[in-house]
């Protein structure tokens, strides 16, 4: 998650979710998102 973390701040065209979320990475972010939420969030 930190990874992806950083690879979005260093690309300013990645900062819109519209956007980012179409992307491989922004895929898995928001899957592991996701998992983390249903696992500590019940």
């Known amino acids: ?3 992806e973390a ?3 701040m260093v ?3 990645l ?3 519209s956007i980012y979320y179409k992307t491989q990475g ?4 928001q ?3 996701e998992t983390i ?3 500590c969030i019940q």
């Open 1 to 3: 998650i930190s990874t």
């Open 11 to 13: 690309r300013p065209w």
């Open 31 to 33: 899957n592991a998102i």
């Open 26 to 29: 922004g895929k898995l972010y």
């Open 37 to 39: 939420h249903s696992r």
């Open 6 to 8: 950083i690879n979005r």
């Open 15 to 17: 900062k819109l979710d």
